[in-house]
């Protein structure tokens, strides 16, 4: 069974940096690009980052290049997201999801629970 | 950027009713590959997304057969061929094929 477990939310002051987590299990991590999707209270889906199955290219929405860096550790099953210079617009709940497959098959087709990262003084 | 609107963004309806969702990206979403990436997701309250239909009109392991997926290029559409009080919850489309990763507004289906 596929699963994915975020961890490392928690409340921030403005400016400051939190490391999210997300421990995969029930595939072969090392195949699959991944990705951050993150949802402000009360609001819809905005992708954050994605980083291909072998840690060599990564991409950031606009709103998080620079201050936000997403790597993974593929002998851990592990991705991360380091999220520095954090903003009061940056609170929400963060997911990671499966993206590219090593096939042709489904993106997005696995999303963990969340964890809720909250940014205030 | 490959914007994605959605129509409409609220859909009250009768139990055992369909409901349709359409969705319109400003840019083809046409992969270099041949496929397009644009998939359908499923948001009950409280809970993640959840795939519901993947490129266009695969669906997901484990989905229903009354959600269904069509389109080509920018127009898409899902539809429920007859709404159970189970599918409440926001409806977004997203589309895969380039970066950014882009998603619809989101649109929330409840029962009249």
């Known amino acids: 069974e596929v699963q994915l477990l975020e961890s490392g939310g928690g409340l921030v002051q403005p400016g400051g940096s939190l490391r999210l987590s997300c421990a995969a299990s029930?595939?072969?991590?090392?195949?699959?690009?991944m990705s951050w999707v993150r949802q402000a209270p009360g609001r819809g889906l905005e992708w954050v980052s994605t980083i291909d199955y072998g840690g060599g290219n990564t991409h950031y929405a606009d709103s998080v290049k620079g201050r936000f860096t997403i790597s993974r550790d593929n002998s851990e099953n592990t991705l991360y997201l380091q999220m520095n210079g954090l903003r009061v617009e940056d609170t929400a709940v963060y997911y990671c999801a499966r993206d590219v497959p090593p096939d042709s098959g489904s993106l997005f087709d696995y999303w963990g629970q969340g964890t809720l990262v909250t940014v205030s003084s | 950027d490959a914007v994605m609107t959605q129509t409409p963004l609220s859909s009250p309806v009768t139990l055992g009713q369909p409901a349709s969702i359409s969705c319109r990206s400003s840019q083809s979403l046409v992969h270099s590959d041949g496929n397009t990436y644009l998939n359908w997701l499923q948001q009950r309250p409280g809970q993640p997304p959840r795939l519901l239909i993947y490129?266009?009109?695969n669906r997901f392991s484990g989905v229903p057969d009354r959600f269904s997926g069509s389109g080509a290029g920018t127009d898409f559409t899902l539809k429920i061929s007859r709404v159970e009080a189970e599918d409440v919850g926001v409806y977004y489309c997203?589309?895969?094929?380039?970066?950014?990763?882009?998603f619809g507004p989101g649109t929330k289906v409840d029962i009249k």
């Open positions: 029930g595939f072969t991590f090392s195949s699959y690009a």
């Open positions: 490129k266009i009109s």
């Open positions: 997203m589309q895969a094929t380039q970066f950014p990763r882009t």
